[in-house]
């Protein structure tokens, strides 16, 4: 088992910024690769950005390309998320996910999830 635990959100006004971290526990970190999603009430969710377990390979969604950077530090079994210039539209529940296949968080599917931290852009 790999266990999430996501940080950081909160309300922010629009065109401020916010970082995400998510803290894994259990088993090795940096043998996974780490996404993060979103999903905003009534929208399916979303991957927003993904990271090979080597931090040599990214994936953004062109919502967030150019404005969030996924970063991580096996050393501390964290993921982050750097969110800037945000929107009110950016407003969801993010949840960090891990799986050992960047693919198939690219699918959207992940073996493990987290609960998930409140994001709100205020206009």
């Known amino acids: 088992q790999l266990q999430l635990v996501e940080s950081g959100g909160g309300l922010v006004q629009a065109g401020g910024s916010l970082r995400l971290s998510c803290s894994a526990s259990?088993?090795?970190?940096?043998?996974?690769?780490m996404g993060w999603f979103r999903q905003a009430p009534g929208k399916e969710r979303e991957l927003l950005a993904a990271m090979h377990w080597s931090g040599g390979s990214t994936y953004y969604a062109d919502s967030v390309k150019g404005r969030f950077t996924i970063s991580r530090d096996n050393a501390k079994n964290t993921v982050y998320l750097q969110m800037n210039s945000l929107k009110p539209e950016d407003t969801a529940v993010y949840y960090c996910a891990a799986d050992l296949g960047l693919a198939s968080l690219r699918l959207g599917s992940a073996t493990y999830w987290g609960q998930g931290t409140q994001v709100t852009v205020s206009s």
């Open positions: 259990g088993r090795t970190f940096s043998m996974y690769a």
